[in-house]
């Protein structure tokens, strides 16, 4: 009934161009929606007229970024992609931007998929759309009153894994131990991706680590070193079980920070297992310009704003550690609990704020500014009353207009307060 | 005044999922402001049970079930009785969520066995099956014991899916205004026995509920001087 498939593409396309030029929504989600409530199955036939499959890419903290530069590198060397570059990652965000790439026949404009996958959303994904490729980060404790726990998506995607056929060759984190473990379900090819720099090693561990026990034994796990969280060289003494020497242990990473040469290598494992040359990954990621809220850059008048996407304590860590590397000096805290952030904000308290020296200035603003200013404080770091900031306009511009003592105003803000962000500097949330 | 103590965290790498060390932090930082030196003792699985010795306050906190798992033989099995023994001469402790749970006479998942707990806290848990709603969401509560903090406003976030009963024994910590507290049922949130206290609150409870946290430290070193809680209460009075 390939007829009806398109026929409900053009139908929900053209309620889409409708309300979208009727200034009701840029629709991210809906399209995809009207899509999906009429032919549940409409993705597994549109990522069936890709003539060059599709490219799926999950974990907690990294996919827009490595899906960025997977799109990157299949861009420069000539392929016409389609992609959900706005970070709507559920089913209804991936058929949405299917839709946005089909012309008035109903039929795909683009060879390629490249899509990032929601951790909840992958079993369902994949339900639907079969890849060729599959690209798995990492798993961290994110919004635990939305995704539950980390142990509970480990066991949801192996039962999902399982169900792959041969053809989907699957790249994995094998300095994960939860991720690195789903390899021995998996019936196509796997490539590991990892970390060989013990230099690299963290002296002091963080707080925030979740898969330190083995997953086959539960045994506590053994590190040779860590690089952040639970990322690290692994093994376990009890049961043998042991991270798989990685294949793919170096690659060009244009962007600061050890989180983004994982992901950098992510990427250039999957470009490897397409058979792109080096050269050319070197060539397509030396212009690589960050996603949205992901170590972006905004000019405002003579100064800068570098805003750093943090939502979780894995991933702000490390964001606080690559700005403190970057030498900043002034540091903007944003932390809202709205749906999108996660209802629940208790896991600042897992974040080591205590990383922060006392020769920085930090503020807050923010839905929840008082819960963040407590736990600045309880990190004995100073929080003045006059940098709780309840507007946050106020807080860019109170902010930008002292003087800096470092290079630029680092934002680091949750995933809605990024938005609001963007939006106050940029005049718009996302694209 | 005492002028140092000990506060021993039970299961620091396993059972602390919701901002759990929160707790530990402000216990610390407040006696660290008084003058008073606070230490952390981390105590888990391959930690010999004689460390709990002089332990002056005793925290634990949430996990998720792999984990509550492996600190759970071991607790039963080694440093429950110690615990349950310190706590009966006073000491005062502070177990939230899944350690609350785990604190009393067992839990009875909607499915299999009930799991024994360590039968320090007079109470039970039960899980109403898989289609039971999850008690999940911000919670504002007025404290009814101890007597001394009776009236205060208590803030936090709920996460849980069993529903917790206080037997006779017990003394409930507060009265819920808005969430659902031990089980949604009949208003109360939290348990107290002796100078321990029990909740569901992660949020973390203490830094943003410092009466609590004062209370604990008050009854391991005697009379406090009081400290500046401005953002404290402008964080508690923000969520009510």
Redesign the interface.
């Known amino acids: 009934m390939a007829w009806f498939d398109r026929l409900t593409v053009i139908f929900a396309k053209s309620i889409s161009v409708i309300s979208t030029s009727l200034g009701l929504g840029a629709g991210e989600t809906w399209p995809g929606e009207i899509a999906v409530s009429i032919r549940p199955d409409i993705a597994r036939f549109l990522s069936g007229k890709l003539s060059d499959g599709t490219i799926l890419v999950a974990g907690t903290n990294g996919k827009t970024t490595t899906s960025l530069m997977i799109k990157t590198i299949l861009e420069h060397i000539g392929d016409s992609v389609v992609h959900n570059a706005t970070g709507a990652n559920l089913l209804n965000g991936i058929v949405s931007s299917f839709i946005r790439n089909t012309d008035w026949l109903g039929r795909v404009t683009a060879d390629m998929g490249i899509f990032e996958v929601d951790e909840n959303s992958l079993p369902v994904v994949l339900k639907y759309i079969t890849p060729k490729r599959l690209v798995l980060l990492n798993l961290f404790?994110d919004q635990?009153?939305r995704y539950g726990?980390?142990?509970?998506i480990v066991e949801k995607w192996m039962t999902a894994l399982a169900k792959l056929p041969k053809t989907t060759e699957v790249i994995l984190n094998s300095d994960d131990p939860g991720i690195a473990g789903l390899g021995r379900v998996i019936k196509g090819k796997v490539t590991y991706f990892g970390l060989n720099d013990p230099g690299k090693y963290l002296g002091v561990r963080e707080?925030a680590?979740?898969s330190?026990?083995c997953f086959r034994c539960?045994h506590?796990l053994t590190y040779d070193g860590i690089y952040y969280s639970h990322i690290g060289s692994w093994r376990c003494t009890k049961c043998g079980n042991t991270r798989p020497v990685p294949t793919v242990t170096r690659g060009p990473s244009p962007l600061p920070g050890l989180y983004n040469q994982y992901n950098a290598l992510a990427a250039v494992g999957v470009a490897t297992s397409l058979d792109i040359p080096d050269k050319e990954v070197k060539k397509a990621l030396r212009g690589f310009a960050p996603a949205f809220g992901r170590q972006e850059e905004i000019r405002v008048g003579k100064k800068t704003v570098k805003l750093f996407l943090s939502k979780n304590p894995a991933g702000f860590n490390a964001s606080l550690k690559t700005v403190l590397e970057m030498g900043a000096k002034d540091i903007l805290l944003v932390l809202n609990d709205r749906i999108p952030d996660g209802?629940?904000?208790?896991?600042?308290?897992?974040v080591d704020f205590e990383m922060i020296p006392p020769s920085v200035t930090v503020g807050v603003s923010g839905d929840r500014r008082?819960?963040m200013?407590?736990?600045i404080?309880?990190a004995?770091i100073d929080?003045p009353?006059s940098r709780?900031y309840q507007q946050l306009e106020d807080a860019i511009v109170k902010s930008l207009k002292k003087p800096l003592k470092g290079n630029a105003l680092y934002i680091l803000a949750t995933y809605s307060g990024m938005l609001e962000v963007r939006k106050i500097l940029k005049g718009r949330k996302i694209l | 005044m005492k002028q140092s103590i000990k506060i021993a965290w039970l299961y620091p790498d396993l059972m602390s999922t919701y901002g759990d060390r929160g707790n530990v932090i402000a216990l610390q930082k407040r006696a660290a402001w008084r003058g008073i030196e606070a230490s952390v003792v981390p105590v888990t699985l391959e930690t010999n049970v004689k460390a709990l010795a002089g332990s002056d306050i005793f925290f634990m906190g949430g996990a998720q079930d792999r984990q509550q798992k492996l600190a759970g033989e071991d607790f039963l099995k080694h440093k429950g009785p110690v615990v349950k023994e310190m706590i009966e001469a006073g000491v005062p402790a502070l177990f939230v969520c899944a350690a609350y749970q785990f604190a009393g006479h067992y839990y009875k998942p909607y499915r299999g066995e009930k799991i024994p707990g360590a039968g320090i806290f007079d109470l039970y848990t039960v899980h109403p099956g898989d289609q039971a709603k999850r008690l999940i969401g911000n919670v504002v509560a007025r404290v009814v014991h101890p007597e001394t903090l009776s009236g205060t406003v208590i803030v936090g976030f709920e996460n849980h899916g069993g529903r917790t009963h206080l037997g006779p024994k017990m003394q409930p910590l507060a009265k819920v205004i808005k969430g659902n507290g031990n089980n949604g049922d009949d208003g109360w949130e939290g348990a107290v026995y002796k100078n321990a206290i029990g909740s569901y609150f992660h949020g973390p409870l203490l830094p943003k509920n410092p009466m609590i946290a004062d209370w604990l430290l008050a009854k391991a070193v005697g009379t406090l001087i009081p400290i500046d809680d401005t953002l404290e209460v402008m964080a508690n009075n923000a969520m009510r």
């Open positions: 404790r635990l009153d726990e980390v142990d509970v707080h680590t979740d330190i026990f539960g506590r209802r629940d904000v208790s896991w600042i308290w897992d008082y819960d200013a407590i736990r404080k309880y004995d929080i009353s709780v």
